[in-house]
């Protein structure tokens, strides 16, 4: 059986080379070891998947070279993407910075992927597991599958990384990645949750389900957003964000009151509420049982006139820089990307093609490129995918 395109992956980045490739007349063959394609799609923004983000930039990005996603993302934007989307009369909305749902579901968005294969005559072969893969002699791509043996011009790897492995998320694609001859960076969890253990833990484990708004800081990233207390540690979109940024070791902290000049304001409570306890002032901006947790382990509670004018800036300084002890993450099981990656010095960032091995392609999470939470990562799959699409 023989192809000028074989896709190992029917994700968003395989997919979205597929159909790009096929819309060129190449005959594109798709092959995904999971019994349907999307499934991280489909799991993706509670179900509706949050499809891409209105404010895409190579900022946005994590990677040993910040520079390689530049040229595919500027080639492939959230509007081109939001024109498919609206040609296929999905509707959506904007959740907040950015961030762009389906109204329904994310099933809509495989089935529009779906559809564009389709019409671009990609054939799509699920249940599909690669044995072997090796130089077919007269050039191209000789596999070994469960369908039989395959033969391509170009070998296109969208193999996703290790994040939710109860998804089939395997390292599958760093290991062809090695047998060309491609170094792989060392990987990692990002997007995950933080562990906390002995008594930092003790302080939070029983305020699970508490959410309150922070700014998390690890080195000069900072994210302003919820975070959420669970029973293993701390969860919510600015644990998520900064968590790719931190390591075990590094400071993390968080700022408890992002939106107040803390002082100030202690201070003008302190004139207006004298007879006010400290935790009952707290209460008014925390939920309540975070604010009796702060009076109980670190702040002694007291009316707020008897604090010394010495005592409510100290208070006001721990609120603004709160350390966080973390003792490591929940790991790939819950970890909505994977860190680190196939080495993008051995890639070129306008096609997506190795610089040493012609016609063998890397896109979206296989590579050592990382997206922030929002809709970030799937803009990445869709540029990628059709930058490798467009030349493969």
Not at 34 to 46: D, E, F, Q, T, V
Not at 171 to 182: E, L, N, P, S, V
Not at 271 to 280: H, I
Request: hydrophobic share 40%; glycine share 12%.
């Amino acid at each position: 059986m023989e192809h000028d395109v074989v896709i190992i992956g029917g994700g968003a980045a395989g997919l979205m080379c597929a159909l790009t490739a096929g819309r060129r007349g190449r005959r594109v063959r798709v092959l995904e070891h999971a019994n349907r394609c999307g499934k991280k799609i489909l799991m993706s923004g509670g179900g509706r998947c949050n499809f891409t983000n209105t404010g895409t930039t190579p900022a946005n990005f994590l990677s040993a070279n910040p520079h390689f996603c530049k040229s595919a993302l500027a080639r492939y934007r959230p509007e081109h993407f939001i024109a498919m989307v609206d040609a296929h009369g999905i509707a959506w909305h904007e959740k907040e910075l950015g961030q762009l749902f389906c109204d329904d579901s994310s099933k809509q968005i495989v089935a529009m992927l779906l559809a564009e294969c389709a019409d671009a005559g990609v054939l799509i072969d699920t249940s599909c597991s690669v044995e072997t893969i090796g130089a077919a002699p007269g050039g191209g791509f000789a596999l070994r599958s469960s369908l039989g043996a395959l033969k391509a011009e170009s070998l296109v790897v969208a193999t996703g990384g290790l994040s939710i492995p109860k998804m089939g998320a395997t390292g599958f694609g760093y290991d062809i990645a090695r047998q060309f001859g491609h170094a792989v960076l060392p990987t990692r969890a990002g997007l995950v949750p933080l562990t906390l253990s002995g008594k930092h833990l003790e302080h939070y484990a029983d305020l699970a389900g508490v959410s309150v708004h922070v700014s998390a800081r690890c080195g000069k990233a900072r994210f302003d957003n919820a975070m959420l207390v669970t029973h293993r540690g701390l969860s919510g979109p600015a644990i998520l964000q900064v968590s790719s940024y931190w390591e075990p070791g590094r400071e993390l902290l968080l700022d408890l009151l992002p939106e107040h000049d803390i002082e100030a304001w202690l201070l003008e409570r302190q004139r207006e509420q004298p007879a006010a306890e400290l935790r009952t002032v707290l209460a008014d901006v925390f939920p309540k049982r975070f604010a009796q947790r702060l009076c109980e382990t670190w702040f002694t509670s007291k009316p707020m006139r008897q604090y010394s004018h010495g005592e409510l800036p100290a208070i006001a300084r721990q609120l603004a820089h709160w350390p966080i002890i973390a003792s490591g993450t929940e790991g790939y099981r819950t970890a909505e990307v994977t860190l680190g990656g196939v080495d993008t010095d051995g890639v070129s960032s306008s096609r997506m093609e190795s610089n040493t091995v012609p016609g063998l392609f890397f896109i979206g999470e296989v590579l050592d490129v990382t997206g922030w939470l929002g809709g970030y990562n799937f803009q990445w799959a869709w540029a990628s995918g059709h930058a490798a699409g467009s030349v493969a």
